[in-house]
C-alpha cells in the first residue's frame, strides 16, 4: 500500500511540471490530455448475503485518448481511446477450483490472511470532452464523461490463510496458498464513467452496467451478481 501512494505522488507531480509549460509557443491547434494514469478504490455493488470486502480494493489504469475536436475554440471534444487496467477486489468470497469447474464459498474473517480476485482489462474509453482551456491556458476546468468498454485478458483468485500456531506459539502449520486463473469473470465489460476536476487534480468514476461474473455463477445457492463501482482519481498528461 505505501508503494502505491508513493507512485501516486510522483505521478502527480510528473503531471503537474507536464502542465507548467507556459513557454511552449501558442498552438490554435491544440489537443488535450491524450494520455491519462488513474488509481481507483474499487467497490462491489449488490453483494449476496454475507460477503463483504476486505482490505483495500484497489485499481491502476492507464492509456491514451484520441482528442477530437467538435468546435472552433476547442472546449468540446470527443475522446476515443485504448488503456490497461488491473483491478484487485478483496472480499471473503472464497473461490477454489472443483475439478474442471470453480466453486465459491465464504469464509469467516478470521479465517484467512488475504483473499482477493485479480482482473487484468484491455479497456476502450468512450468520452464526450468539456472544458475551458485556451492555446495559451494550461490550467482549466474539465469534465468527461461517457462510456468504457472493457475486454477482460486475464483473472486470477489469490487465497491466503493465516499461519495457525501452537500453544507455545511455534508455528504448527504453514500459510495455506491457493491461486488459480479464474475462467467466470465476465469476459466484455462495460459501464459509464466521469471524470472532473480542475489543472491536475481530477476525481473519477466508473459504474458497470453489467455483472462481475458470468451469469450462472452462485454461492450458497445465490446468484452472484456483484456490479463494480470504482471511485479514485485520474492524472492527465499532454
Known amino acids: 500500500m505505501k ?12 503531471c503537474a511540471a507536464a502542465q507548467e509549460t507556459d513557454s511552449i509557443p501558442v498552438d490554435d491547434r491544440y489537443l488535450e490530455d491524450q494520455f491519462y494514469m488513474g488509481i481507483t478504490y474499487n467497490f462491489l455493488l449488490d453483494q449476496p448475503e454475507d460477503v463483504s470486502q ?8 492507464m ?24 483491478y484487485s477486489y478483496y472480499s471473503n468470497l472464497f473461490a477454489q477450483e472443483v475439478g474442471n469447474d470453480i466453486g465459491y ?9 488475504r483473499n482477493k480476485l485479480e482482473t487484468h482489462m484491455l479497456e476502450l474509453p468512450i468520452e464526450f470532452r468539456w ?21 477482460l485478458i486475464g483473472a486470477r483468485s ?29 469476459r466484455f465489460q462495460y459501464g459509464l464513467t466521469i471524470s472532473l476536476g480542475y489543472n491536475t487534480f481530477n476525481v473519477q468514476a466508473y459504474y458497470a452496467l453489467n455483472n462481475l461474473f458470468e451469469d450462472g455463477v452462485q454461492v450458497n445457492g445465490q ?16
Open 54 to 61: 476486505r482490505n483495500l480494493s484497489y485499481g491502476l489504469q
Open 223 to 238: 446468484d452472484i451478481t456483484m456490479k463494480p463501482l470504482r471511485l479514485g482519481f485520474i492524472f492527465y498528461i499532454l
Open 158 to 186: 489469490k487465497f491466503l490463510a493465516d499461519r495457525e500456531l501452537n500453544s507455545d506459539g511455534s508455528t504448527a502449520q504453514e500459510a495455506r496458498r491457493i491461486t488459480f486463473f479464474n475462467t467466470d469473470v465476465s
Open 131 to 151: 472544458r475551458n482551456s485556451t492555446a495559451a491556458d494550461y490550467k482549466f476546468w474539465r469534465v468527461y464523461a461517457g462510456v468504457k468498454l472493457g475486454y
Open 105 to 113: 464459498s465464504i469464509v469467516e474473517s478470521g479465517d484467512f490472511k
Open 63 to 86: 492509456g491514451f485518448v484520441k482528442d477530437i475536436p467538435l468546435n472552433g475554440g476547442r472546449t468540446r471534444a470527443l475522446g476515443i481511446g485504448l488503456g490497461y487496467g488491473v
Open 3 to 14: 508503494e502505491i501512494w508513493v507512485g501516486m505522488l510522483v505521478l502527480w507531480g510528473f
